[in-house]
């Protein structure tokens, strides 16, 4: 697990009810139960303010950093995605963007990876299939200063075929499956009991390996996937061992933070 994605995962999964914010000390004594060491979390907490994700916030004489409007909105975005629990509705209809090209290697590689997130897969060198639109799509555009068009529609001859040869769901399968057998493993290990920082080790490296699928999965339709899709029985032994940790965590949590000067909630800032 690296340091930034150690950061948004302790943001997204554990400081929505303290307001996105939290001391550097108590980030940086979250990231050591991951292993990951003190400057490397302080490294990656500069480059996250630089990049607009993070901001400098002082409360009660303690220094610490809050998350940004604009992370805000993704994290709340990537929590309701990491734990949703069934496939989303579907109208049937797909949704179809034309980006402009890019100016270079770096702009490219970048709409690559923020179209991937959002569900899309290439087709064409510039153009992208999704089933539905992403609401987000046309900030995340304009984030890269990447100009676009897009149409919607129903009519997609084949789908099947078209779905295989856009995104890769054979490789998809075997990861899904692997993280199943995984994660089944920790639901039996976890029963025994675990201290709250195993739990909250644990839990997060699980979540991270979770929300990496986020990246890859596009979430289409139960109509297009292949028969016995192993997505969903993956989701469902995800929820319940991340459900089983969460208590444990949150004890953890609450004790890094407290011993960092943070206050347990918002409202005890009144």
Do not use: N
């Not at 150690?6 to 108590?26: E, K, M």
């Not at 998350?67 to 734990?83: D, F, K, M, N």
């Not at 949703?84 to 709409?111: I, K, L, N």
């Not at 991340?242 to 347990?264: E, H, M, N, Y």
């Amino acid at each position: 697990m690296r340091a930034r994605s150690a950061v948004f995962d302790v943001y997204g999964d554990h400081l929505a009810a303290r307001d996105y914010w939290a001391p550097i000390s108590g980030v940086i004594t979250l990231l050591q139960a991951c292993q990951i060491a003190p400057p490397a979390t302080r490294t990656a907490v500069s480059r996250m303010a630089s990049q607009g994700w993070l901001q400098p916030v002082t409360r009660h004489g303690v220094r610490g950093y809050a998350a940004t409007q604009v992370a805000r909105h993704r994290l709340v975005e990537a929590s309701g995605r990491i734990y949703r629990r069934g496939p989303a509705d579907w109208d049937g209809r797909w949704h179809v963007v034309v980006t402009d090209r890019p100016g270079d290697r770096s702009q490219r590689e970048r709409v690559t990876a923020t179209l991937g997130y959002l569900g899309y897969g290439r087709i064409a060198p510039q153009t992208w299939l999704a089933a539905g639109t992403a609401p987000e799509l046309a900030t995340s555009l304009a984030a890269l200063q990447i100009g676009y068009s897009a149409f919607t529609t129903s009519d997609l001859a084949d789908p099947q075929t078209v779905v295989a040869r856009t995104w890769d769901l054979t490789d998809l399968a075997v990861s899904y499956r692997a993280f199943t057998r995984d994660a089944q493993q920790l639901r039996q290990e976890a029963s025994s009991g675990w201290s709250p920082e195993r739990a909250y080790a644990v839990r997060s490296d699980l979540v991270h390996r979770w929300r990496k699928f986020l990246f890859r999965d596009p979430a289409l339709p139960t109509q297009v996937l292949p028969p016995d899709w192993p997505g969903q029985p993956a989701r469902d032994v995800f929820l319940e061992v991340a459900d089983q940790l969460l208590p444990p965590a949150r004890i953890f949590v609450t004790k890094a933070l407290a011993v960092a000067g943070a206050p347990s909630t918002v409202e005890d800032e009144d």
